[in-house]
């Protein structure tokens, strides 16, 4: 009974040290999240992910190595709002540059380390290669401006650095956009410590002895962010569209299709694990590829289910596509290169029959003896022939057992009259009498 009472005890002591240790290990960890290249909304999925991922592991901090040239806006808001969120500490260290919606990213984290050459600012908001209109300036300048603030740092530095209207005198004039070296950013109090590594940046803030998991991100993460790139997603819809209109254009093994789906799946899937697009917008596009495909192969003419399947086809992309100007920008690049694709293809590759119907293919080569009415004029001049008709002063010549329309330079010309080519003046054909007389 006794042993039994022992036993009892020492399982229930060893349970509770298996349960404590771990805890105990979770909580000495900083769970680095990268930050590199552009702001996409795969990368906003991504860093929400791992703050999740810390969260459950009870993580001491959340560290965000940044470096970026900045990105969607909305992405980043998205990023900030998650940040803020959290329980957990929050860090940023800058390992290289934090522009534009990068700079949002950090002032959404409690303590900032940027490493000597690191800048930070340039954060305007633009449409496209335009600055964005002065209500999204407003807002995004506001937001930027309420992230630093909440974290203890000068609001109007942050506003700055997205508003080119605010001047900070020794600073930044108006009409410029601020961005702050690592010795200006330390200096304004926008940055906590200058360091120059991740360690040190560690140590700086009290986690020196902690241990450190870097997330990598699932496979499916690091696809959905590399489709969603601004320069790679209207790349995958141009060589889609191609493939699939080179597919149906030409003869061919399927290769062309093959790719063209490829790139689609790509496209659509990577969108929607991205969280940009839900599944209505791949419905959407596959419906619109069989209204055009019905079209074009099997309804004459063109008329409701070619149009209704373009516009399903663009709005697909419109309700994929992570911003309206993304949209708009992959739907002028994909039609561009979809156009000039196809007419290099069908200018190599043999086309499908139905396709002849909409090409004049024939060709009157002068190998196979054809002459244009210009040539043809010139091989007359200075022969001799019969006229057919009066010449008032047009008529009708024969000529080498052809009957040829003519003028006379001479006034009226009997029929039968023997008469000679003088000149051919592009096509006209200028005939005098000739010396034999006017009959034979």
Same mark, same amino acid.
């Given at each position: 009974?006794?042993?039994?009472?022992?036993?009892?005890?020492?399982?229930?002591?060893?349970?509770?040290?298996?349960?404590?240790?771990?805890?105990?290990?979770?909580?000495?960890?900083?769970?680095?999240?990268?930050?590199?290249?552009?702001?996409?909304?795969?990368?906003?999925?991504?860093?929400?992910?791992?703050?999740?991922?810390?969260?459950?592991?009870?993580?001491?901090?959340?560290?965000?190595?940044?470096?970026?040239?900045?990105?969607?806006?909305?992405?980043?808001?998205?990023?900030?709002?998650?940040?803020?969120?959290?329980?957990?500490?929050?860090?940023?260290?800058?390992?290289?540059?934090?522009?534009?919606?990068?700079?949002?990213?950090?002032?959404?984290?409690?303590?900032?380390?940027?490493?000597?050459?690191?800048?930070?600012?340039?954060?305007?908001?633009?449409?496209?290669?335009?600055?964005?209109?002065?209500?999204?300036?407003?807002? /995004?300048?506001?937001?930027?401006?309420?992230?630093?603030?909440?974290?203890?740092?000068?609001?109007?530095?942050?506003?700055?650095?997205?508003?080119?209207?605010?001047?900070?005198?020794?600073?930044?004039?108006?009409?410029?956009?601020?961005?702050?070296?690592?010795?200006?950013?330390?200096?304004?109090?926008?940055?906590?410590?200058?360091?120059?590594?991740?360690?040190?940046?560690?140590?700086?803030?009290?986690?020196?002895?902690?241990?450190?998991?870097?997330?990598?991100?699932?496979?499916?993460?690091?696809?959905?962010? /590399?489709?969603?790139?601004?320069?790679?997603?209207?790349?995958?819809?141009?060589?889609?569209?191609?493939?699939?209109?080179?597919?149906?254009?030409?003869?061919?093994?399927?290769?062309?299709?093959?790719?063209?789906?490829?790139?689609?799946?790509?496209?659509?899937?990577?969108?929607?694990?991205?969280?940009?697009?839900?599944?209505?917008?791949?419905?959407?596009?596959?419906?619109?590829?069989?209204?055009?495909?019905?079209?074009?192969?099997?309804?004459?003419?063109?008329?409701?289910?070619?149009?209704?399947?373009?516009?399903?086809?663009?709005?697909?992309?419109?309700?994929?596509?992570?911003?309206?100007?993304?949209?708009?920008?992959?739907?002028?690049?994909?039609?561009?290169?979809?156009?000039?694709?196809?007419?290099?293809?069908?200018?190599?590759?043999?086309?499908?029959? /139905? /396709?002849?119907?909409?090409?004049?293919?024939?060709?009157?080569?002068?190998?196979?003896?054809?002459?244009?009415?210009?040539?043809?004029?010139?091989?007359?001049?200075?022969?001799?022939?019969?006229?057919?008709?009066?010449?008032?002063?047009?008529?009708?010549?024969?000529?080498?057992?052809?009957?040829?329309?003519?003028?006379?330079?001479?006034?009226?010309?009997?029929?039968?009259?023997?008469?000679?080519?003088?000149?051919?003046?592009?096509?006209?054909?200028?005939?005098?009498?000739?010396?034999?007389?006017?009959?034979?």
């Amino acid at each position: 009974m006794r042993v039994k009472k022992i036993v009892t005890a020492l399982t229930a002591v060893l349970i509770f040290i298996l349960t404590i240790i771990p805890v105990y290990a979770a909580s000495n960890l900083v769970y680095v999240i990268p930050v590199n290249g552009v702001i996409s909304k795969g990368l906003s999925q991504q860093i929400g992910a791992g703050i999740a991922e810390a969260e459950k592991l009870d993580a001491r901090a959340i560290m965000l190595e940044i470096d970026t040239p900045g990105g969607a806006i909305d992405a980043a808001m998205n990023i900030s709002k998650k940040l803020t969120a959290t329980r957990i500490p929050t860090i940023s260290f800058i390992s290289g540059d934090a522009l534009s919606a990068g700079a949002l990213i950090a002032f959404s984290t409690k303590q900032i380390a940027i490493v000597p050459g690191g800048t930070i600012g340039a954060a305007e908001p633009r449409q496209g290669s335009e600055k964005a209109d002065e209500k999204i300036v407003s807002a /995004w300048t506001k937001k930027l401006a309420a992230a630093a603030q909440a974290n203890g740092r000068d609001p109007k530095i942050a506003g700055a650095m997205s508003d080119a209207d605010i001047e900070i005198p020794g600073l930044v004039a108006k009409g410029k956009l601020l961005t702050l070296t690592h010795s200006q950013a330390r200096e304004t109090g926008m940055v906590d410590a200058v360091v120059a590594s991740r360690q040190e940046a560690l140590e700086e803030f009290n986690y020196g002895d902690a241990q450190i998991t870097v997330r990598q991100g699932t496979i499916a993460e690091r696809l959905a962010r /590399w489709t969603t790139h601004p320069y790679i997603s209207p790349i995958l819809l141009m060589v889609g569209m191609a493939g699939l209109l080179l597919e149906v254009l030409t003869v061919g093994f399927g290769v062309a299709g093959t790719i063209g789906m490829l790139a689609m799946a790509l496209f659509f899937g990577g969108h929607y694990l991205a969280g940009a697009s839900g599944a209505e917008a791949v419905l959407m596009f596959l419906v619109g590829l069989i209204l055009l495909a019905m079209e074009i192969l099997v309804i004459p003419g063109f008329g409701i289910a070619g149009i209704g399947g373009i516009l399903m086809l663009i709005v697909s992309i419109f309700l994929a596509s992570v911003s309206v100007s993304q949209a708009i920008t992959s739907l002028l690049v994909a039609v561009v290169g979809s156009i000039a694709l196809l007419l290099v293809s069908i200018r190599f590759l043999p086309t499908r029959r /139905w /396709w002849q119907r909409f090409i004049l293919s024939d060709k009157q080569e002068r190998s196979s003896g054809y002459l244009s009415s210009d040539e043809k004029g010139e091989t007359y001049l200075g022969k001799e022939g019969r006229a057919r008709t009066p010449l008032r002063p047009a008529g009708t010549v024969d000529l080498e057992g052809e009957p040829i329309d003519v003028v006379t330079d001479q006034g009226f010309i009997p029929r039968d009259t023997m008469v000679k080519v003088v000149r051919v003046e592009g096509r006209r054909i200028v005939v005098r009498k000739s010396t034999e007389g006017e009959k034979e």
